[in-house]
């Protein structure tokens, strides 16, 4: 029987060390589905997020993988959907960003807007994904709030309407206003933040003397906002006109009962979408989806891999058979599962905006979609400019087959691009990525993952541009330039820097030099 509860699916985007595998953490932990929050940067014996799995991301304390949470809250399913904050991996949150409704802008109240956050909210503006502002870290100095509230606007073009304000400046942190009951919501710091922080609702004329003058600041600043307007307004939300904010501290657990309220009650549902053709699937039309994300070596025990897909209409019924829109072949969805971190769970149905995995779906990529019923094919999830090129051999010459293997495996996910021409051979791909932090990914994974250690040697490219065959010939033997090919058929022509893309295309006016989308820095 399928599960009708209404659902929220949504991404949490901030700038690397804002907090936000720790907001994460904090959510489950709000919603009960674990007992005890463990933050990434934690010291000693606190575990790693339940999000964070490679060990890489537990080394480092960032999140390179995206992984996908679900619990239940108040009677609605939630499909949390974690997402890599460093910007080396912009293309793999740009693919997450294609599966969510909306999205959670986690702003550190010491640094404010960071360059990554601008960039992951441009993708938000241009997908069209209505953005929720978290200002985290108010446990710690920081800027005021209201400087805050200017740079929101002033940086990103979106008018702030706070639906909670602090209560004691950046670094005393008494709990919040909630300015929609106008009552004080008072925080109970727990050891180390690791269980769910007490809160008491008080009205005004119950605010202990202690804590009466932040409150008094708070009340004032409350009130200019009302007079400049800075009210919520569900219809400029859901069009990218405003953002509501709430104040937090995800390590302290303060605040994050207010977001999970927040997303039940104002972010939006799923809705139709629109496939490459113009038609229109509607939510209770027959099954769809489109894979997003393919990771494979989450369980060390048994080689896996696993197509992360949105459900974008219809019931997902375990068994079913689908058609791959690609080649219009029927795919047998036996091996069906959800995921929670690093443990997955046979799934037997799931709803649109639930996040389901096709286990071992050798025939699935990246923005490939399967459907029931009328064809469907979505829109395909577009590859970023890489900016850094490698050329890859076999560490072990006699580990060629795994070494081939491993190559493959890591394009199919989108781990990096890899790029090949006849001239270099199948010995020598050339691997392209929108960050250096990529390349150490794919040596970490080829080495523990594929027992093939590698070896990469550094080109000189930094710019690439789209082309086509004519082009490809027209540039052949040009110095400075190389002309490859993508596993999708994509032809790319690098350049050793910009101006040589310029002069080329200058000089060159009817070759087919055509920017890719950015990503990187």
């Not at 959670?104 to 360059?115: I, R, S």
């Amino acid at each position: 029987m399928s599960d009708t509860r209404p659902r929220r699916t949504f991404a949490v985007i901030s700038h690397p060390d804002a907090g936000k595998s720790t907001l994460t953490e904090a959510l489950a932990l709000h919603a009960r589905v674990i007992t005890e929050a463990g933050a990434v940067h934690g010291k000693g014996e606190r575990r790693a997020t339940v999000s964070d799995w490679m060990a890489m991301e537990k080394a480092r304390g960032i999140s390179i993988t995206s992984a996908a949470l679900q619990f239940v809250y108040r009677d609605h399913v939630i499909n949390l959907v974690d997402t890599p904050g460093h910007s080396d991996f912009s293309e793999d949150t740009y693919r997450v960003l294609s599966a969510v409704d909306s999205a959670v802008m986690l702003v550190d109240a010491g640094k404010g807007l960071e360059p990554q956050t601008l960039k992951l909210f441009k993708v938000c503006a241009l997908r069209g994904i209505p953005v929720m502002t978290v200002i985290n870290k108010w446990d710690r100095p920081g800027l005021s709030a209201l400087e805050l509230m200017d740079l929101i606007q002033e940086k990103i073009g979106l008018r702030p309407t706070p639906l909670t304000w602090p209560v004691g400046e950046a670094g005393d942190f008494r709990g919040v206003l909630d300015r929609r009951t106008g009552e004080f919501v008072k925080y109970t710091r727990t050891a180390g933040g690791a269980t769910r922080a007490p809160e008491r609702r008080m009205g005004p004329d119950e605010v202990e003397e202690v804590d009466a003058l932040p409150w008094s600041s708070a009340v004032e600043e409350h009130e200019l906002l009302g007079l400049d307007e800075a009210d919520h307004d569900q219809a400029r939300f859901l069009a990218g006109e405003t953002t509501p904010v709430m104040f937090a501290s995800a390590l302290q657990n303060f605040g994050v009962a207010q977001l999970l309220d927040l997303l039940l009650d104002i972010a939006p549902d799923p809705s139709p979408t629109a496939g490459v053709d113009g038609t229109v699937r509607q939510v209770d039309d027959p099954f769809s989806a489109f894979v997003f994300k393919v990771q494979s070596g989450m369980n060390n025990a048994h080689r896996d891999r696993l197509a992360y897909a949105r459900v974008v209409s219809g019931t997902f019924e375990r068994g079913m058979v689908v058609t791959h829109a690609g080649t219009g072949k029927p795919f047998a969805t036996k091996f069906a599962q959800s995921v929670f971190g690093r443990d997955t769970a046979a799934v037997e149905t799931a709803e649109p905006g639930d996040i389901i995995g096709f286990v071992n779906a050798q025939a699935l990529r990246v923005g490939e979609t399967v459907y029931v019923g009328e064809r469907i094919e979505y829109p395909p999830v577009p590859s970023f400019a890489p900016e850094h090129f490698v050329t890859a051999s076999a560490g072990d010459i006699g580990r060629y087959k795994q070494f081939r293997r491993g190559i493959e495996q890591l394009d199919q996910e989108g781990v990096v691009q890899v790029l090949r021409s006849d001239l270099r051979g199948d010995q020598n791909p050339v691997l392209a990525a929108v960050g250096p932090m990529q390349f150490e990914v794919v040596e970490d994974r080829m080495t523990h993952e594929f027992s093939s250690p590698i070896r990469m040697s550094r080109l000189d490219y930094q710019v690439a541009r789209r082309t086509d065959a004519a082009g490809a010939a027209a540039l052949a033997g040009k110095r400075g330039i190389e002309v490859l090919e993508r596993s999708d058929g994509t032809r790319l022509a690098l350049f050793v820097d910009q101006w040589r893309a310029m002069v080329t295309a200058r000089d060159n006016p009817d070759i087919m030099l055509e920017a890719l989308p950015a990503g990187g820095s």
